[in-house]
Every structure is written in structure tokens, then in C-alpha cells.
């Protein structure tokens, strides 16, 4: 009896990290370092996997060194690529409440757009009005309101965001790989205000490995009461 209740225990081990690898969940985070005083408001992350994408809003990094972004929600399938955007307002020499889009962006594209106007970089989206759904889509007003901010936030992080124009006439998108680095661009005129570094980690669901382990230890001592009984 001591044989089958080792081969018992080896083949619930074996289920167990069956189990645990398909339940599987995938966290993602932002290290956002800023070379400025001023913090970046509104952040909101573009998250692509295989199967589609995500947006979720609302997170500060803040003007006084690091800031790690953590994504609360986790997902069944790994995170391919990312997209941060934000607001920052008065940088050095800028009128009070002056507002611009922040790009937390693929280092290769924003080497692109540095110093290069908003407008030349993408002509068919106004700046204003973006920062305009930005401020809406982060409000916490209920869905119904936020939703029109939700969706040209949507519009330009899967158009012209995807497509910035470069040297040649060939084109660049400002999404960056997961577990990579990346730049944070302000505008009105590409001006490189910090760094980043993106991390996603695969970890275990526990609720599903306690339920299997529970199972492990009652299957085990009703298999030493079988054989004391023999």
C-alpha cells in the first residue's frame, strides 16, 4: 500500500504543476524616471497581447526620481508590447497651465520625433483635443460619460501612434516590447523628459494551486487510514 500512496502523491505533484502552469497570469509595471520637477497626470497604459489589448487608467509618476506603474489587473495571456500616455504641464519656460501630451515611447521612434513639432509628427490629431479626452477618459465619471475620451484616446494609440513617418518615408510605431526600455517624450515639440523600463512577470493563480494542494493531503491520509486497516 506504501507503493500506491507514493505514486498517488507523484501523480497529484504532476497534476498540480499541470494546473498551476495553465493558471498561469501575466503582471505587468512601469519604472518611469523624470528628468524634470513636474509630474506626469493622466497616465493612461495601451497593452497589447496576441489576442487583442487593453486600456487602463489612472496613474501619476511623479517629478522627483522613480515611479513604478503597477498594472492592478492581470491577464491570462503575456503582454507583447505597451504604449503609455500622459499629461505634463509647466516644464521649464512654459507659459502657467501649459499642457502637453507625454509619450511614453518606443526608444527607436521617439530618436524620430525629437524636436519635431506635434503637428508634423501627427497631422490629422490636435494635441488640445487629445489632452482633452485624456482629462475626460480619467475624470471617474461613469462609462457613459468618459467613453467618447475612452474612444479618441483609442483612436490615435491604434492609428497615428503606430505610424509615425521617419526618414526614407518609412514608418515607426511609438509601442515599445515588454521587458524593454523606453523614452518619455513631451510635446508640443518632442522634447525627451525621462526613461523607463517595462516588466512583465508570469505568476502562479494561487487560488488553484491551494485547491489542488487540499486535495493532495486528504487523498494521502485516506490512503495511510486504507492501509492500516489492511
Avoid at 84 to 89: A, D, F, T
Avoid at 94 to 110: C, F, R, T, W, Y
Avoid at 137 to 161: C, H, K, N, R, Y
Amino acid at each position: 500500500m506504501q507503493g500506491l500512496i507514493k505514486l498517488s502523491i507523484f501523480g497529484l505533484l504532476g497534476a498540480l504543476a499541470t494546473v498551476a502552469s495553465a493558471q498561469v497570469q501575466y503582471l505587468t509595471s512601469y519604472d518611469v524616471t523624470l528628468d524634470f520637477g513636474s509630474p506626469v497626470t493622466n497616465i493612461m497604459m495601451g497593452e497589447k497581447t496576441e489576442g487583442g489589448g487593453s486600456l487602463t487608467w489612472a496613474f501619476e509618476a511623479s517629478g522627483n526620481g522613480t515611479t513604478t506603474l503597477n498594472n492592478p489587473f492581470p491577464s491570462p495571456e503575456p503582454k507583447t508590447s505597451a504604449l503609455l500616455i500622459g499629461i505634463v504641464q509647466d516644464l521649464p519656460g512654459d507659459p502657467e497651465g501649459q499642457k502637453h501630451v507625454v509619450l511614453m515611447m518606443d526608444n527607436n521612434a521617439a530618436s524620430l520625433v525629437n524636436h519635431i513639432a506635434w503637428g508634423t509628427v501627427f497631422p490629422t490629431t490636435l494635441e488640445e483635443q487629445l489632452i482633452s479626452d485624456l482629462e475626460l477618459a480619467t475624470s471617474g465619471q461613469d462609462w457613459e460619460i468618459i467613453q467618447p475620451g475612452l474612444d479618441g484616446v483609442s483612436t490615435f494609440l491604434d492609428g497615428e501612434a503606430m505610424n509615425i513617418l521617419g526618414p526614407g518615408g518609412f514608418t515607426d510605431s511609438a509601442w515599445f516590447d515588454l521587458n524593454d526600455s523606453f523614452t518619455v517624450m513631451a510635446f508640443s515639440d518632442g522634447q525627451v523628459i525621462g526613461s523607463g523600463q517595462s516588466h512583465l512577470a508570469a505568476v502562479p493563480e494561487p487560488t488553484s494551486c491551494a485547491a489542488i494542494g487540499i486535495g493532495l493531503i486528504a487523498m494521502v491520509r485516506r490512503r495511510k487510514v486504507k492501509a492500516s486497516i489492511g
